[in-house]
């Protein structure tokens, strides 16, 4: 069976420390995304990940990518308020399929 | 270009009634699919489509019908609503096939009484 296993599920941190978000997959994917929701919005593609290795980041976020583990991390660098949001990974192993999703909080 | 559309944005329905929710793209894109989101649950494939003329089913597709008679529209269709099927539906496209980056429409919260 396909899983996509991310944790934490809910996060609550302070701003100005770092965490990171784990992305976990069952089954062979070449590629990754990363998205954002914020509370009664839609999902905002975030990072594209395509090939083992692959590190990306914008402002305070920085994702990578591992293949052979089948692993991938988001990185929260010095959290600020607006970053408060629900994160999903998703994979395609033919269809896309998303994780659960982590809320994060971070609290001023 | 105004990207994925949905309406309506919000829906109540009665148990045994039918509707359809609507969603548009003006991007061209070849792929559209539906999804459902509820609590804790992430988001779950419905049904999708690869081009005009072709749809499959996805995870949870039981209770869903859709069409795909042109390249921009994607409608989903509830035949007889049950309260299992309250959810926040979201609509999506990508260029070419479910591997590329998805763009979301806006959603529409649907509740069966």
């Known amino acids: 069976e396909l899983k996509v296993e991310q944790n934490p599920l809910f996060l609550s941190m302070q701003e100005g420390k770092n965490y990171t978000i784990y992305c976990n997959y069952s089954t062979t994917s070449d590629r990754l995304y990363w998205y954002r929701q914020d509370p009664g919005k839609s999902l905002e593609s975030l990072f594209v990940l395509l090939s083992n290795g692959a590190v990306k980041q914008e402002g305070r976020l920085m994702a990578s990518l591992d293949t052979k583990a089948r692993l991938s991390t988001l990185h929260i660098t010095a959290a600020v308020h607006d970053l408060s949001a629900t994160y999903f990974c998703a994979v395609v192993p033919g269809k896309i399929i998303f994780g659960k999703g982590t809320r994060l909080h971070i609290l001023p | 270009n105004a990207g994925v559309t949905q309406t309506p944005k919000f829906q109540v329905l009665k148990t045994g009634q039918s509707m359809t929710l609507q969603c548009a793209q003006d991007m061209n894109h070849e792929y559209m699919s539906w999804y459902r989101q509820d609590p804790g649950m992430g988001l779950r494939l419905i049904h999708y489509s690869v081009g005009a003329g072709i749809t499959d089913q996805g995870e949870v597709p039981n209770g869903y019908n859709v069409s795909r008679s042109t390249t921009e529209d994607f409608p989903l269709r509830l035949l007889s609503a049950a309260p299992s099927q309250t959810s926040v539906y979201f609509c999506?496209?990508?260029?070419?096939?479910?591997?590329?980056?998805?763009?979301f429409g806006p959603g529409t919260r649907l509740t069966v009484l």
């Open positions: 999506a496209s990508s260029w070419t096939s479910g591997y590329n980056e998805q763009f």
